[in-house]
């Protein structure tokens, strides 16, 4: 048994998870969504065998890192932290039905981690830079943002269908019929982006401390950094907004769902259009 075989199931499990929760959103039946649930939980024990497993090879292999340390192991990471937030977030609130863009996203990534060309899914030893005990921290921290804002992504999206669609009562129909309402969705979303939030500020500053010790600078407008920076302020402006102003509902989706846009530059754009200190992330 292999790392590899095992983070290979775990994407075919993050389909089956995906079209579970999707099925049983359609078609409204509670036992697919239960399904999904169990399928997310498998592919998280699984995920985890794995990483463990790709971590004791790294070790036998003689470059002893955790596996965090480029885009294909960044990738595992991220499928693990989005499905873990939503899982603990779907049995804290009892609802099934926004599950399906979180099970997406994992698989997603999990599906280019495993099938893309240009990315590397051999062990590697670690370049200089990543030589360092923050480097734990720093993933760690800014992935659990981020994974939340993917996870806030969907309840936005889900959020403006609710808004768009369907009328908010207790007896609805239709598609979105086992949603939550649109006020519920609202104050989910909110929740994630400040959670989200938190662990980002966290990231940003473990990174600063890192790049100092790294680098002899905390901060160097490195296009990453930047552009860290950019998500980061967005997401400020969605908690200050609505805390502040008395911004609810579309606006604040909107918002979040362009701080996520910018999620994802921040770590495909940059590693693939942009260069700079952070261009060993395109391993």
């Given amino acids: 048994m292999t790392s590899s075989l095992l983070l290979s199931l775990t994407t075919f499990a993050f389909f089956f998870c995906t079209l579970f929760y999707l099925s049983g959103t359609i078609f409204r039946y509670q036992p697919l969504l239960k399904a999904g649930t169990i399928a997310g939980w498998t592919a998280l024990i699984v995920q985890t065998a794995g ?27 991220a499928s693990w932290a989005i499905m873990i937030i939503y899982l603990v977030f779907e049995w804290r609130i009892r609802q099934r039905a926004l599950g399906v863009f979180p099970a997406l996203f994992s698989f997603l990534a999990m599906a280019y981690a495993s099938f893309s060309k240009g990315v590397d899914s051999t062990i590697q030893p670690l370049v200089p830079a990543l030589k360092s005990n923050w480097l734990i921290a720093h993933v760690v921290t800014c992935f659990l943002g981020y994974s939340a804002f993917a996870v806030s992504f969907g309840l936005s999206a889900l959020y403006l269908a609710r808004k768009t669609y369907t009328v908010e009562t207790d007896n609805q129909s239709g598609l979105l019929g086992l949603l939550p309402t649109a006020s519920q969705l609202e104050w989910f979303n909110y929740q994630l982006v400040l959670f989200g939030f938190l662990w980002l500020s966290v990231g940003i500053i473990t990174g600063a401390v890192w790049a100092n010790s790294a680098w002899g600078t905390y901060w160097s407008w490195d296009p990453k950094e930047t552009w860290s920076l950019i998500t980061w302020l967005i997401y400020a402006a969605v908690l200050h907004a609505r805390n502040l102003k008395g911004w609810k509902g579309e606006k604040t989706a909107w918002l979040s769902m362009l701080g996520f846009g910018c999620v994802l530059f921040t770590y495909f754009g940059v590693n693939f259009l942009l260069s700079g200190l952070h261009s060993y992330a395109k391993q």
């Fill in 51 to 77: 990483i463990g497993l790709r971590w004791a090879e790294s070790y036998r292999m003689g470059y002893g890192h955790v596996p965090l340390a480029d885009m294909y192991e960044s990738l595992v990471f």
